[in-house]
């Protein structure tokens, strides 16, 4: 029988550690619990914030309506040639996935090696690093349509991915849950190895012919030299996006500043580091209060313990002022705000 709990503390399902509290809880540990949940009618009606590690977000107040957690389990793999086919569901770990398929050496996930989260959020994000997204593994995902009770599949045409985004944040925002994904990944790496310091830390180690496994490593490693563990401050990962503008935008900043970190983009768009850009304008390691950025990666904003919701996005916002002056660049942010 589905569990609704009231009052309950988001304090420890946020990797920010916000402490808010969510009106109505309820926890799903399998589809059938969609179905039960929603054939009352009184939860079709209410708002509604759906959690899988918290990892993604910024609590701005209490929330005054329903937290659905999702914790569907489960990870299972076919081969079919070269090809390999992963499905987990939504309430899996996203890491624990990444080195399920490592270990057994199916290719195309070890770039996204420890990024916090969990697999039922990866599409909606369309998360990334080191030069490879979501996209280049989705095949497709399994949903529950929250008006009609009747799951879906979704192809990888049906999620529109962009930069960060999805058709899930988009025009069919908060009307599915993501209860299983499935990824498509090959015997055969193709290692892409030319983004960030992946090459040099190979380098270092000494790697001359790199594994799978030797490349979700140095990832792993690079991202721990960067990143704060949330289990020890609290953070959201990168708070903001890498701003993507055109080459005509490009030309004065390059003009003014030679040593400006940037990548090709498609289209012949050109991606700017907001870390360089925010370290630029003297935010790095900056403490205001109870909240500041990441001693070692300026995109990264932390909670010294006792922030507040509205003191993080306040501060982020004197950050995409700042940017803006010195660069004529909008940041936007890449955690979801929910207020």
Not at 78 to 103: F, K
């Amino acid at each position: 029988m589905l569990q609704i709990q009231e009052n309950v503390s988001l304090k420890n399902f946020n990797t920010f550690g916000i402490d808010v509290n969510a009106r109505y809880f309820a926890e799903i540990n399998h589809e059938a619990d969609l179905a039960e949940l929603f054939a009352d009618p009184q939860w079709q009606q209410i708002q509604r914030l759906v959690l899988g590690g918290g990892s993604n977000m910024l609590l701005v107040n209490n929330f005054e309506g329903l937290v659905i957690r999702l914790n569907i389990r489960g990870i299972e793999h076919r081969i079919s040639h070269d090809d390999v086919y992963v499905e987990a569901g939504a309430g899996e770990v996203w890491n624990d996935l990444v080195n399920y398929c490592v270990t057994r050496g199916y290719a195309g996930m070890e770039n996204l090696s420890l990024i916090p989260g969990s697999v039922g959020a990866s599409p909606i994000q369309n998360i990334g690093a080191y030069g490879v997204e979501l996209k280049d593994v989705f095949e497709s995902c399994r949903a529950f349509e929250i008006a009609t009770g009747e799951f879906r599949t979704f192809t990888h045409a049906d999620c529109k991915f962009g930069y960060r985004e999805s058709v899930f944040k988009g025009e069919l925002a908060g009307q599915y849950i993501i209860t299983s994904v499935k990824f498509k990944l090959s015997l055969n790496a193709n290692l892409n190895l030319k983004y960030g310091a992946i090459e040099q830390e190979l380098t270092n180690r000494g790697i001359e012919v790199p594994t799978i496994k030797d490349v979700s490593q140095v990832v792993s490693h690079i991202r721990v030299s960067k990143l704060p563990d949330p289990s020890t401050i609290g953070n959201a990962g990168s708070f903001f996006k890498n701003p993507v503008i055109t080459l005509r935008e490009f030309e004065p900043i390059l003009a003014q500043h030679p040593d400006v970190v940037n990548y090709p983009a498609p289209d012949n768009m050109v991606k700017l580091a907001a870390g360089w850009l925010i370290e630029q304008c003297g935010w790095k390691g900056k403490q205001v209060g109870h909240t500041g950025t990441w001693k070692n990666q300026a995109l990264v904003l932390v909670n010294h313990g006792g922030a507040t919701g509205e003191e993080v996005y306040n501060f982020s916002s004197q950050i995409i002022d700042s940017v803006y002056d010195k660069f004529g660049v909008s940041l936007q942010r890449e955690v979801n705000i929910v207020r």
